[in-house]
């Protein structure tokens, strides 16, 4: 059965050591080295579009044992800064999921959290990055938690914060990924009648051709992680659904 490494990262840069929240933070020298890592032992690191044909299409089970996807939540200003001069360096796609609302802005829910908020991607790096290659995908209009929302509040975050970085990106876009890892039925259907290709979780484990395609888990990679913890994470298989809010 075909088994593909989503990893899940957030803020890449330079940070003091965070006391909390730590799977929201990587240090660009370990960045650096996780990447060269991929390239030295032979990862194959693929786009999310040839992960879902690896995974449900006639083909599947041919994939290569070591397929990797690259995944960066809340689409922060850090990631052109930080990470995507490394990822163009070795050539490897990524798809970094958008805030739709707060596009050049700055994270007004960790805000809200008490927690410093960092600028986000504005519309030009966007478009720009896309020329070059990166994929994006939605992560809502505001980034609120989705359980509980009533129809109408879901719909203006799932269903609209597509069409909105389809206007502004002038394509499909086809990934959606759940703000703090948390979803329900309501939020699922939702997703799929806005007509998402595939969404993303916090649930971690490898992600299989068994997986609904709305409910892709994925590896979170955290501040603290050395290689010897990236090289456990790369090859974990067993599933954890998430059980506390994440802090994505």
């Known amino acids: 059965m075909t088994k593909i490494s989503i990893l899940m990262y957030h803020q890449i840069g330079v940070f003091r050591r965070p006391k909390t929240h730590r799977a929201t933070f990587c240090h660009i020298r370990r960045f650096k080295a996780q990447m ?20 449900y299409s006639e083909s599947q089970g041919k994939c290569r044992r070591h397929y990797v ?38 994270a007004k829910w960790l805000a809200d959290d008490g927690r410093f908020a960092p600028d986000l991607l504005d519309a030009d790096t966007i478009l720009a990055l896309q020329d070059s290659g990166i994929t994006f995908g939605s992560h809502t209009m505001t980034h609120p938690r989705l359980t509980g929302l009533d129809s109408s509040t879901l719909e203006r975050e799932i269903i609209e914060s597509k069409s909105s970085l389809e206007s502004l990106l002038g394509r499909e876009i086809s990934y959606f990924c759940y703000p703090s890892g948390l979803y329900d039925q309501a939020v699922v259907e939702k997703v799929r009648e ?11 484990g490898a992600a299989t051709s068994r997986d609904d395609p709305l409910l892709l888990p994925r590896k979170a990679i955290s501040y603290g992680d050395s290689l010897i913890g990236y090289f456990w ?14 802090s994505a």
């Open 69 to 106: 996807v690259l995944t960066f939540d809340d689409g922060y200003k850090n990631f052109s800064d930080y990470a995507y001069p490394v990822l163009r360096r070795y050539n490897y796609p990524a798809t970094v999921f958008l805030v739709s609302g707060l596009v050049g802005k700055r």
């Open 233 to 246: 994470k790369l090859h974990m298989k067993n599933k954890k659904k998430l059980q506390s809010p994440a």
């Open 36 to 55: 060269a890592y991929l390239k030295v032992f032979g990862y194959q690191v693929i786009s999310l579009d040839e992960a879902l044909r690896a995974l």
């Open 194 to 204: 806005a007509g998402y290709k595939a969404a993303l979780t916090c649930d971690r």
